[in-house]
Nanobody, 126 residues
Framework: QVQLVESGGGLVQAGGSLRLSCAASGRTFSPYKVGWFRQTPGKERDFVLGINWSATTTAYADSVKGRFTISRDNAKNTVYLQMNSLKPEDTAVYYC???????????????????WGQGTQVTVSS
């Protein structure tokens, strides 16, 4: 089992940037596919970006294409979410998730991920 801890959230003005980190412990992280999700009160937890174990394949939600990027450093057991040109509608709790299950493509549904972090709050002021 792998444990995930997110960090890097905070308050930023619209147009600003933040970088979130997802640090893994407990098992070798490299085989895991990792996704970032976000959730606002009363709404579903939505997929934002995902990355495969070798960082050769990524997936993005349309709402963040061109603004957010995902990367990973398996030597550091860490996945990063770089968020640029932030908008107030990006305000949410951001979660990282991981899975070692086999899928035909990068998983984008919450139910496809086995392990979750506790989340980190991102607030974008207008």
């Amino acid at each position: 089992q792998v444990q995930l801890v997110e960090s890097g959230g905070g308050l930023v003005q619209a147009g600003g940037s933040l970088r979130l980190s997802c640090a893994a412990s407990g098992r070798t992280f490299s085989p895991y596919k990792v996704g970032w999700f976000r959730q606002t009160p009363g709404k579903e937890r939505d997929f934002v970006l995902g990355i495969n174990w070798s960082a050769t394949t990524t997936a993005y939600a349309d709402s963040v294409k061109g603004r957010f990027t995902i990367s990973r450093d398996n030597a550091k057991n860490t996945v990063y979410l770089q968020m640029n040109s932030l908008k107030p509608e990006d305000t949410a709790v951001y979660y990282c998730a991981a899975t070692d299950r086999i899928y035909d493509s990068l998983p984008t549904r919450r139910t496809e991920y086995q392990y979750w972090g506790q989340g980190t709050q991102v607030t974008v002021s207008s």
